[in-house]
C-alpha cells in the first residue's frame, strides 16, 4: 500500500502580491478563486511523488491586505506545517506585512518552516526591494532563505513550493 | 540704451524733424534709426494687409461654411433616403450573415451574446414584468409541473415500498408504536416515504481540516476528499469564527445544500461530517454522537498528533461503514421490484388465495358435518323414555309383537296426515329421519335451528315436517319436542300410536 502524506501550507502576503497567480503555476485546484472573496481562503492540491510514496500539499491560500490578528484569519493558520510568505519586489511596504505574519504563524504553529518568495521579478525595472533587504528580513524571521519568483514565467515557483515542502519533511 | 531705443521712434514720429529745434541727437537717432522706421512702416503695411485678407477670407469662409452646411443638410438627406432604401435589400444578407455566424461560431456567438442578454431579460423583467412572467409561465409551468410530477411519482414509488414494507410483524408493530403516539399510519407512511440515505462520511481533523478517515459506499473512492475536508473546515471555521462570537460550543452542525445535507458532529480532536439525503431517522444524531465518542475514546490521542502521515492511524473505514449499514435500506426498499421478484409475488399471492379458500372449504364442511360427528343427545333422551316400549318390542323381536306385525303394520305410518297442515319452527338442529324410529341409523339429514317448518302429521311424539332447505323441498320425521307449533294440533288430527 502507498504510503500517503498529507501537509497543510499556508500562503501569506499583502494584498496584490500575486499569491494566488503563484498557486494557480503550482498546483490542480478544484475550487473557484470566488471562496477567497467569500471565506477568505481557497484550497488547493499539490501532489508530489516521493520515493516513499505521495505527498499531498494542501495550500490555502488566504486573501491578503487585512490583518491577520483577526480570528478568521487565525484560524485557518491552525495546523500548517509550513508557509509561503509573498511580498511584491515593486512595492517595499509589502514587507512590512511579513513581520506579523511570521509572528502568528510562529505562535500556533512554533516549528514551522517559513518560506520567504519575492514575486515580480520579471518586472526587473520597477524593483524597490533589495536581495540585502530580503536576506536581512529572511534571517530576522528565521528563514533560510528567499526566492526570486515570477508568476508570469514561472520563474522559481515550483522549486520554492518543492524546497519548502523539503523543509516540512525534514521537521516532520 | 533701451530705455532711449524705446522712445526715440514715437518720437520721431509724431513731433517730426524742424530746422529751428533739431538737436543733433535728434538727428543721429533718425539717422541710425531709420531703417528700423522703415521696417516698422513696412510691418505697419503688411498687418493693414492681413487684416483686409482676414475680413476678406471670413466673409469667403462664411460663404464656404453656409456652402458645406447646405451640401451636408443635402447628404444627410440623400443617407436617409439611401438607408431606407438600402435596409429591405440588406435585411436578407444581414440575416444570412447572422445565421452563418452562429452556426459556424456558435460557442464564440453564445460568449458574445450571453451577458448581453443576460442584462435585456433583466431590463425587460424590470420594465415589463408582467410581460414577462405571462412569456416565461408556458416554460416555467411546464417545468415546474415535470418536476412536481416526477417527485409525485418517486414519493408513490417510495410510499408502495414503505407499504410493503410495513406488510410484516416489524411494520405492523411500528405501525401500533406510532397510533399510540398519535402519530397516524398515513404521516408515518410519508415520512417513511422520504428516501434516507448516507452518501459519504468524512473524519475529520480540528483545525489542520486533514483527512482522517472517509468512507463512501461505492468501492472507487471519491477523488478529492482531503480538498472538501480542508474547504469544510475553513468554512466552519469561518462560520464559527463569524457568528459563533468566540464561544467554543457554538459550532456549525450542519449544512444544506439541495437535498444533500452535511450533519457535523464535533468531538474534542475531530469531527465527523456525514453527507446525508432525506430526512435522517429518530436517534441518528445520537448515534454519530456515540460513534464520534467512542473513536475518540479509542483514538483520541492519535488523532491529537496526526501530522499528516497515514501510517500513523489506524483504518477507521470498517467503523464508519457500520454506521452507514445501520442506516442503510430504506433507500433499497424504494427500488422498484425486479421481474422475478414480482412474478415470485404473484405466485405466492395466487397459492395463498387457493390456501384461503381450501381453508374456508373445510371449515365450512366441518361445521356442516359437526352436527353429524356429534349427534344431539339430549333430545333422544325424552321421547325414549314414553315410547321405547313400542319400538323396543319390535327390535328385539319377542314373538309376542312378531304376530301384531303381520297384523296391521302399514297402517300404524300411513294415514298420519293431518288435512289442515300446521307451521312451526325448529327448536335446534336435529337429526331428520324418515320413519318416525329411532331404531338403525336412518337419519338423513339435519333440520337446522330456526328454520320455519310444516307440519304434515303427528305420530304420537313424532311429527312429520316438511321445509325448505337451499331451495329444495325436504321432509321427514323429528321428535316433536324440537318443534315449537305456531297453533296446536287438533287432537283429533294426532294419529295414536300403536300400541302392542
Known sequence: ?172 | MGFYMEKAPKDIINTGPTGDDINPLDSIRAILLADVQEGLGALERQIDGLQRRTDTDKVSLQQQLEDILVELEQLRKKIQKDAEELIPRIAPELGNMIGGAIRDSRDEMAEALGPVMGEAIRVQIRNSRKDMIEALFPIIGETVQRAIGEFAKELQRNIDAQLRRSIGPQGFLRIVFARLRGIPASQLTLRDALPFAIREIFLIQHGSGLLLAHYHPSKDEATDTDLISAMLTATRDFVHDSFGQGEAENELDEVQYGDQRIIIQSGRTAYLAVVITGVEPEGFRAKLHTLVSELHVSHGIVFERYNGDSTTIPNLRPKLAILADEFAGVEEVAEPLSRGTKLALAIGSLLGIILVGLACFYLQFTIALFPMAFPPDTPTVTPTATYMPTFTATLTEIPTFTATDTSTPTATFTPGYTPTPIMGIATGNVWVRPEPDYSGDLRFTVLRRNTPVKVLSVYGSWMEVEWQAEGILQRGWVPSGWITLFDPVPADQITPTQIP
Not at chain 1, 84 to 90: A, G, I, Y
Not at chain 1, 150 to 161: H, L, M, P, R, Y
Open chain 1, 1 to 172: 500500500m502507498t504510503t500517503l502524506i498529507q501537509k497543510k501550507i499556508c500562503l501569506l502576503g499583502d494584498f496584490a502580491v500575486g499569491k494566488t497567480s503563484l498557486v494557480r503555476r503550482f498546483v490542480e485546484g478544484r475550487f473557484d478563486d470566488k471562496y477567497l472573496g467569500t471565506i477568505g481562503v481557497k484550497i488547493s492540491r499539490k501532489v508530489i511523488t516521493r520515493s516513499y510514496g505521495q505527498l499531498n500539499l494542501l495550500v490555502w491560500d488566504m486573501t491578503g491586505g487585512e490583518d491577520l490578528d483577526t480570528k478568521v484569519r487565525m484560524s485557518y493558520l491552525h495546523g500548517a506545517a509550513g508557509a509561503l510568505m509573498v511580498c511584491d519586489l515593486t512595492r517595499s511596504y509589502t514587507l512590512d506585512v511579513f513581520e506579523s505574519y511570521a509572528r502568528q504563524m510562529r505562535t500556533l504553529n512554533p516549528r514551522v518552516p517559513l518560506m520567504f518568495l519575492a514575486n515580480k521579478v520579471d518586472l526587473g525595472n520597477e524593483r524597490v526591494i533589495s536581495d540585502e533587504q530580503l536576506l536581512s528580513i529572511s534571517k530576522a524571521l528565521g528563514g533560510r532563505s528567499f526566492y526570486l519568483t515570477s508568476a508570469k514565467t514561472g520563474e522559481n515557483v515550483e522549486t520554492a513550493f518543492l524546497h519548502l515542502a523539503d523543509l516540512i519533511e525534514e521537521k516532520a
